[in-house]
């Protein structure tokens, strides 16, 4: 089992940054990917970037590249999301996930954080 709590959440104004942690706790393995999803009021939830544990590779999405970095640090079992430029519209509640190998759905879910940004 996996647990996982996302913190840094808040109030910021446009343009601001903010940067969310994930602590991973349990049977994390070194094989697993790590993601960011959001999901704004009246919206589904979606992707913001993922990264994988063992290489360190990313992806994000369209919208995010070069305003968001996912990071993560190995020792302390957490991953980041570095949220620079923010907009209103990147208002959501942020989720951590973790997804096992050969897995085609994120297996694991945190209770997600609030970010507001403000205009």
């Known amino acids: 089992q996996v647990q996982l709590v996302e913190s840094g959440g808040g109030l910021v104004p446009a343009g601001g940054s903010l940067r969310l942690s994930c602590a991973a706790s349990?049977?994390?393995?070194?094989?697993?990917?790590m993601a960011w999803f959001r999901q704004a009021p009246g919206k589904e939830r979606a992707f913001v970037a993922l990264?994988?544990?063992?290489?360190?590779?990313?992806h994000y999405a369209d919208s995010e590249k070069g305003r968001f970095t996912i990071s993560k640090d190995n020792a302390k079992n957490t991953v980041y999301l570095q949220m620079n430029s923010l907009k209103p519209e990147d208002t959501a509640v942020y989720y951590c996930a973790a997804r096992k190998p050969f897995s085609k759905e994120f297996d694991y879910w945190g209770q997600g954080t609030q970010v507001t940004v403000s205009s």
């Open positions: 990264i994988s544990w063992s290489s360190g590779s990313t």
């Open positions: 349990g049977d994390i393995f070194n094989s697993y990917v």
